[in-house]
């Protein structure tokens, strides 16, 4: 009795404690599910402009004001890491619904805490190596604290990184993410391992024993063989025997001894009817073409042999086994190492299309135009001449290429070889159904095979159904500036500004023209090229134009790079130095920009070539100039064009001067963008925007160079009025798409290797930079300095310049009621002229325009003029007599 009494004990207690349990639990981990749910789906659809901190305006998010304000605290907090929550809240109830250990889960809590706090820091340290970025980034529209939150920022730059470093709280941080994660899901993070551990050596046992079971059916099927051959060569014995014996005897056998050979065969190679066998009865051995079948059928009787002994069948003979010495296993494994090559390729077979080879004009230079005597071409060295590649040499790289490739699984058939100065280019068409993304992920694989630098896939070569891999030569041949300038593309280029830059990859002098470019954009890293490439625009414009058909205006941050060019006679003014007086001399190039368009709208002219027309005084010139103004009209911009139109033509008491000679063409050089970027960002860019627009028709050409190529320095609104752009080798990927909109620079090999994007296209075109040498430069500006006269510089712009700073700074005492001391004098113009516009006022009081339209805007103020009408003249609103 006593126990039955306590097993009823028992089993009521598990009746009044188990149905609680079970009611309680799945619940729970319903609840948790459904937060899970809200709040990854608050978190989706979450932005900025939901939270009431930022707005006013009732939410628009999905889970209401609830979610929108638990997300925009929780990226606050930790930042992207609240994608994380969401997936710890599901695990939570997974354990709930599973009916773990109650104490378990109380630790789960804690665990899912540090996966989330250490998800929070791995989020900071991923913004603080550039991987996500808060701002412009993928979540710009959800961070306002940073990626990590405070959180992450606390835990991983304040706190860890401090002591441990980046890589040490990177590797803390991650394993206490993981850990934490798989506690929430799991109860024993030992069972856990043991169980991957588990998975892992099952499947190196499961490998294993594949291993072993193929080397032992490789060993049965060789013993068959082996047997086979045996036994064959015993019957074919006693056949022989038996046929000498019966000829003894008088007896005519032989049809009954081949009877008994083929069934002698049929019984150790098991045919089952298959005729080729027949060939292995020959007492002399099978004929010399067919041993390769004869090895082919022998392994494959052998596998059935193999198979048939593996599954229990018995032994074809009953013979005792022979010695294993007296088998000839010599001869077996010299049949199976004769394989066949792949055959070499001749060079006979492959096309190579080497270099051209730069055809020399008979007079390129002239000694002296007007007063401007052009610098010798002996300044410049001559390119030392070095001994190209062997046609066998190529043969070679290119037979190691289609071998990498084809290692890889791409099957590529050669094509053509152009050979240049510095880059020969493989051509190859890929096999049908090869897919041109798969050769071109394989830029490093090839570079590693054909141990080269490094690699530039062209997929597809323009105009061809080929890929090209453009390999850097063994020896590179110097491309210098002599040998373009004495070249017959030099002397056949019709353009009005020619510049050098170098020869593409087949050897072709690379002669363009500015006007057309119209503006140019240089990037590239510190020994790249970039200030060569500048150097020997320059020399090209000396070697073409003096100084009444171009003028330079020069700036150098660096105040190193361009000094020696002050001496030039094209030289407008001094070379700026001071980063502060760049927005001044982009004002006055806009200011001259101005003046221009109402001298062409006075003249009825559209661009300075149409103008220059006009002034010209032989025949030659002006047809010449009459060309140019076509073309220039053909190409000119819809902004250009309406700019042109909206131009307001000067009055003749306006004292407007038309000049009676030519206008030069001014080309701008800036040497390093970035850091005039980092003085006066908006005046740059608005000031090169504006010309980059409008200065072509206008003559006014800029070359901007920098080494820095980042989106705070090369800005989309000056991308998008440079379309013409040239870049060397820069760091990264990153660099090379926002010079060029893609990939490709990085892979340059430097030294005046570079990209250019030609006027009116966009495809690449890789070219050597024309080489330049300081000495050359030197020895150009010296002579230019002594034959011709010095710099005439105008001191009116020089001084504009100087004093644009000063202009901006805001109006001091002395004019009426406190303004501008030049007020007076403004409104003793408006009230001669009867017409107010800031051109009027620059002109007239000859000041800058920033001061002209400042005093503009102070007249504005005091009700005297109008607000800006377009185009056309301020309307006048008092009357001027009377004051």
């Known amino acids: ?39 990854f789906v608050a978190v989706l659809d979450f932005d900025l402009s939901q939270s009431s901190v930022k707005t006013t305006e009732p939410t628009q998010n999905l889970v209401g004001v609830i979610g929108a304000e638990f997300s925009f605290w929780g990226f606050n907090s930790v930042g992207i890491a609240i994608w994380v929550l969401p997936l710890l809240i599901a695990g939570l109830g997974v354990r709930y619904l599973l009916q773990q250990n109650p104490k378990k889960r109380v630790l789960s809590f804690v665990a899912a805490g540090i996966a989330q706090i250490c998800a929070a820091g791995l989020a900071a340290m991923l913004e603080v190596t550039g991987v996500v970025q808060a701002q412009g980034g993928l979540f710009e529209d959800q961070l306002s604290q940073g990626v990590g939150g405070f959180v992450g920022e606390l835990l991983a730059n304040d706190l860890l990184n401090q002591y441990v470093g980046p890589f040490g709280a990177f590797l803390i941080l991650l394993m206490g993410c993981l850990i934490g994660l798989v506690y929430v899901f799991t109860d024993n993070l030992g069972k856990f391992f043991d169980y991957l551990l ?103 009787e052998a596998l059935k042999l193999g ?71 002996n300044l410049l060295s001559e390119a030392p001449d070095l001994s190209d590649a062997t046609p066998e040499d190529h043969a070679s790289t290119m037979e190691a290429l289609v071998r990498t490739l084809d290692e890889f699984g791409v099957k590529v058939i050669p094509g053509e070889i152009h050979t240049g100065p510095v880059i020969t280019r493989y051509e190859v068409k890929p096999a049908p159904g090869v897919r041109v993304e798969k050769i071109v992920n394989l830029d490093k694989n090839i570079a590693l095979g054909l141990k080269a630098m490094s690699v530039r896939i062209l997929a597809p070569v323009p105009g061809k159904g080929t890929v090209g891999i453009e390999v850097p030569n063994r020896i590179a041949q110097a491309v210098c500036m002599r040998d373009i300038v004495e070249s017959r593309a030099w002397a056949d280029a019709k353009a009005e500004i ?20 119209p503006h140019v954009l240089i990037a590239g890293s510190t020994g790249s090229g970039k200030t060569v490439c500048i150097n020997a625009i320059i020399a090209s414009l000396l070697y073409h134009s003096g100084p009444e058909d171009i003028r330079f205006i020069m700036v150098d941050p660096k105040v190193v790079e361009m000094q020696m060019y002050n001496a030039l006679p094209h030289m407008l003014i001094p070379v700026v130095t001071e980063p502060k007086k760049v927005p001044g001399a982009l004002k006055w190039l806009l200011a001259e920009m101005e003046r221009r368009y109402q001298i062409f709208a006075t003249e009825n002219v559209r661009n300075i070539a149409g103008f220059n027309a006009k002034i010209a005084k032989t025949k030659a010139e002006k047809e010449k100039a009459a060309e140019m103004e076509a073309e220039m009209s053909a190409e000119m911009t819809p902004e250009e064009r309406a700019a042109v139109s909206q131009v307001e033509v000067p009055r003749d008491d306006d004292a407007f001067e038309i000049p009676r000679k030519k206008l030069p063409y001014i080309v701008c050089i800036i040497d390093e963008l970035a850091d005039l970027m980092m003085v006066a960002p908006a005046d740059i860019e608005t000031g090169i925007a504006r010309l980059a627009q409008l200065a072509r028709a206008a003559g006014i050409h800029l070359i901007l160079a920098t080494q820095r190529p980042s989106v705070n320095v090369i800005t989309g609104v000056i991308k998008a009025n440079l379309p013409s752009r040239i870049s060397f080798k820069v760091a990264s990927k990153v660099d090379s798409r926002t010079i060029l909109d893609g990939g490709g620079a990085e892979a340059l090999i430097g030294k005046g290797d570079m990209l250019f994007i030609p006027p009116g296209t966009s495809n690449l075109v890789r070219a050597q930079g024309a080489f330049v040498s300081d000495d050359e430069i030197n020895g150009i500006v010296e002579y230019l300095q002594e034959h011709n006269e010095p710099p005439n510089f105008a001191e009116e712009i020089q001084n504009q310049i100087n004093s644009s700073d000063e202009e901006g700074g805001g109006a001091g005492p002395g004019g009426p009621e406190g303004g501008d001391e030049l007020l007076g004098d403004a409104i003793d113009v408006l009230r001669s002229t009867k017409r107010a516009s800031t051109s009027m006022l620059q002109r007239r009081l000859r000041i800058g ?7 503009m805007e102070e007249l504005e103020e005091r009700g005297i003029v109008g607000p800006e009408n377009g185009s056309s003249p301020r309307e006048i609103l008092v009357d001027l007599d009377a004051m």
């Open 849 to 855: 325009y920033n001061r002209a339209a400042r005093l």
């Open 307 to 377: 198979r048939k002994k593996k599954r229990g069948s018995k032994p074809l003979m009953d013979e005792p086994e022979p010695p294993v010495a007296a088998e000839p296993q010599v001869e077996v494994v010299a049949e199976e190492v004769d394989t066949p090559k792949k055959p070499k390729l001749d060079p006979a077979t492959i096309k190579i299309i080497s270099g051209e080879k730069t055809e020399k004009a008979a007079a390129t230079i002239p000694e002296q135009r007007g007063d401007y005597k052009f610098p010798p071409i």
């Open 498 to 517: 020619p510049v050098v830059l170098g020869k593409d990859v087949t050897g072709k002098p690379m002669v363009t023209d500015l006007t057309k470019m």
């Open 198 to 300: 588990g998975s892992y050596k099952d499947f190196l046992s499961g490998r294993s024993e594949s291993k072993e079971e193929r080397k032992k059916q490789k060993a049965e099927a060789a013993e068959a063989k082996r047997l086979a051959r045996i036994e064959a060569k015993q019957a074919k014995a006693e056949a022989k025997k038996q046929a000498k014996a019966d000829r003894a005897a008088g007896k005519n056998t032989a049809k009954n001894v081949s009877k008994e050979e083929e069934d002698e065969a049929d019984v150790v190679f098991d045919t089952e009817g298959d005729a080729r066998p027949s060939l292995l009865r020959r007492p002399d051995g099978p004929p010399p073409g067919l041993k390769r079948a004869d090895e082919k059928l022998a392994k494959k």
């Open 1 to 39: 009795m006593a126990r039955t009494t306590k097993k009823k004990t028992v089993k009521k207690k598990v009746v009044s404690q188990q149905p609680r349990k079970a009611r309680s639990k799945p619940i729970l981990a319903l609840l948790f599910f459904t937060a899970a749910v809200l709040l």
